[in-house]
């Protein structure tokens, strides 16, 4: 488990509380500060005309860091050659089902199954259910990467969709351009506010 938090942040400490019973392996992988891009690094790794073709209006700094953190996360997966990987971000809340949930059962061929979903809509028949949760495959985009189980062809994937970022980390490709999936109803929570996915539809 690779847990992406801003070094000296209170938030450290507050994830590896929760994370105390987890019986596997996992580790911090620090943030990018979006106080301290320089001038070089914002024109060389972001494209502001891209982003609002994308996006609709540019990212400020912290949402460029943001991005460009889990990038690192999506890299460290493939430097280690890693079949998945689950990728939190320091603000999850992992909720009661988090711990039992059956990891390897994920779909075959996934790119993503994010864990956490403010928005978007999801085909309504399930394509999957583990557990308590059913995996839906999305029908639109979907907001928020707090948590999420990233294969090895999806971080391939996402790491070539931010050589430049031109969207912000939730995500660099919408889920119709790549095996994007959905834990229903949410896996892990948010510490600033609970959150509920839309509707599904057909």
Known sequence: MLVISLPGSERRSRIAARLERWPGAWEFVDAV??????????????DERATIRNFGRPLAPAEIACALSHRLAYGIVLQRNLASAIILEDDAVPGVDFQDFPFSQAPEDFDVVTFYARSGLVRKRPHRTLGSH????AA???????????SLRGAKTFLDATKIISNPA?????????SFFVAVPNLVGHEEEDSQLDAPRN
């Open 140 to 150: 639109s985009k979907v907001r928020y990467a707090v948590g999420y189980l990233l």
């Open 134 to 137: 059913a995996v839906h495959r």
């Open 170 to 178: 939730d995500w660099p490709l919408h889920p119709q351009d790549c």
């Open 33 to 46: 500060d979006g106080a301290l891009l320089s001038t070089e690094t914002l024109r060389t790794l972001y």
